[in-house]
């Protein structure tokens, strides 16, 4: 059967699996059944076409549990754009986010009900749609109508800029994802994968995609988790977690504090991480614990669907030596492209000169949402052929290759400055700070009204000591203006260091944590 809509891969497999968990919270927690998923789902989207939202923008408002996955498939069987709010988010920012994409109505979970009524939007209770008589000729019709290039989600990135731009991704997109990734991590039926990330972003993807389409099982697991370390590991043995696709910095939460030699998630077959540069140290670490498990690093943005690049750990990495993101996934094309437009292409034996990252396929989404001129600058004509119209992702990432011919993420081309004549690398400076001990996380902004380099990080390392250590380790060009201690780093939604928020903080009076 031809898939032209991913509802298509939750009705295959709730067709074989129906009394299978789907989605959970934990034992004794929600938990939905791909049955009970499936029927939710399409009472929900029944309900919203009843209030005419078909092909609509709507806004989901809900705790992260099962629950709410249901009414996003609910929101897609109506026809319909989703776009999920969360409370962390502050409400300047929600704001924008359902005034840029003109969102028609919110759903809400009791909690949320209130806060979000005074947004100004019209909104429902997910209890009450919930129970909705199904409306298995409007779901038909809408099905029948719909086209894979139709939009499915939408959600909201900053960047560098802090100003949120609206990512549009379209059933084929995602479809593509599915069939490249899950094989090529090999997430199998019998799986149970430990979802760290927000439903806000593209990152759940991963699990979604694995519950739906090969019929695995995800549990949510809670926040709090996060906090503690010896929490998270009791929760990943008790529930038998077998994948984990998480950001970096969760991690780094677990190998930090040194209960990863202690208490190994040894039910771990699959692990994969990506969204930042992850330290070597923590990464060998991670190796030595689970010494049978499989290890990926995975490279994408959301402008791409998620993630377009992948490298399997199937080799020691030299002392020093970066995690390589590896090669493009199936159907996506990675073009490494020189400051003169020409494509760079990996050196037998050696490393390639650096270039800038464009991404091609299908994986690239339909742009920003009421964004013409920010599209225009991001989504743009392939620059090695101009014999028809072809879009492609221009990341702003730099790469090269590696001697075996595997892309090596190199930074932001944003995050490369001149200073002292010299071309610097702000990721190199982080590294170098990462290798101390007593650091758990940094992160270096250029401030280039004042032509000031501030290196913040996270740790038990006095300001003194850090700043020694590294006058030890680089070049005096590279060294920072001022080194400063924090609670912790901060991070974007997608688990990225947030360089916008730590200008903000450098222009604060008080910026110790």
């Known amino acids: 059967m031809r898939i032209k809509n991913i509802l ?23 938990t939905l059944t791909f049955s009970s998923l499936l029927e939710y789902a399409r009472a929900i989207g029944s309900a919203l076409l009843s209030r005419g939202l078909r092909g609509a923008r709507i806004a989901l408002w809900m705790d992260r549990r099962p629950a709410a996955l249901a009414a996003m498939f ?34 809400a979970d009791a909690d949320h009900l209130v806060d979000a009524a005074a947004l100004e939007i019209p909104t429902v209770t997910y209890d009450e749609i919930v129970q909705s008589e199904e409306d298995t000729a409007a779901l038909m ?36 994802y599915a069939e490249a990734l899950l094989p090529a991590i090999g997430v199998q ?6 979802c760290q990330s927000p439903l806000y972003f593209d990152a759940p993807l991963k699990e979604i995609l694995s519950t739906i389409v090969r019929g695995a099982t995800t ?39 040194g209960a990863l030699e202690k208490y190994p998630p040894r039910t ?40 377009s690049c992948i490298w399997r750990a199937d080799r020691s990495l030299e002392i020093g030596e970066k995690i390589p993101i590896g090669a493009a996934l199936d159907n996506t094309d990675a073009m490494l492209i020189s400051e003169h437009g020409a494509r760079i292409a990996p050196l037998v034996g050696r490393e390639s000169d650096e270039g800038e990252l464009y991404l091609r396929g299908t994986c690239v989404t339909l742009g920003y949402d009421h964004a013409p001129a920010e599209t225009a600058a991001a989504f743009v004509q392939n620059p090695l052929q101009t014999a028809y119209p072809e879009i492609v992702y221009k990341t702003g990432d730099l790469a090269r290759y590696n001697a075996y011919g595997e892309l090596i993420f190199l930074g932001r081309r944003d995050a490369q400055i001149k200073r002292m004549g010299h071309r610097v690398e702000l990721g190199e400076i982080e590294e170098v700070a990462m290798r101390t001990d007593g650091v758990t996380d940094a992160c270096c902004i250029y401030l280039s009204d ?12 006095q300001e003194t ?28 939604q997608n688990g990225k260091k947030d360089r916008h928020a730590l200008r903000m903080l450098s222009a604060a009076p008080n910026t110790a944590g």
């Open 8 to 30: 298509q891969y939750l009705e295959n497999t709730a067709a074989r699996l129906e009394d299978k968990i789907a989605f959970s919270s934990g034992i004794g927690e929600e």
């Open 141 to 176: 019709a809408v099905r029948a109508a719909q086209i894979d290039t139709d939009p499915l989600y939408m959600v909201f990135t900053s960047g560098s800029t802090g100003t949120p731009k609206g990512v549009v991704a379209c059933h084929r997109s995602v479809i593509d």
């Open 268 to 307: 771990l077959r699959i692990v994969v991480f990506g969204s930042e540069v992850f330290p070597r140290d923590h990464y060998d670490r991670w190796r030595r614990a689970l010494p049978e498990a499989t290890f990926y690093q995975l490279y994408g943005p959301t402008e791409a669907t998620g993630m």
């Open 450 to 461: 004042t032509q000031e380099l501030l290196l913040y990080y996270a740790g038990t390392a």
């Open 219 to 257: 549990y949510l697991i809670p926040r709090r988790c996060f906090s503690f370390p010896m929490l998270l590991l009791d929760y990943l043995e008790k529930q038998r977690v077998t994948v984990v696709c998480w950001v970096v910095s969760a991690f780094l939460q677990i190998s930090a504090l």
């Open 465 to 492: 000591f850090l700043a020694e250590v590294l006058q030890s380790r680089l070049p005096r060009y590279m060294l920072p203006t001022r080194v400063v201690r924090l609670n912790a780093i901060p991070h974007t």
């Open 189 to 194: 039926e019998d799986d149970v994968l430990g």
């Open 74 to 107: 609910g929101i897609w069987y109506a026809g319909a754009c989703s776009i999920v709010l969360d409370s962390a988010m502050p409400r300047s920012r929600m704001t924008d986010m359902l005034q840029r994409s003109q969102a028609a109505l919110i759903v």
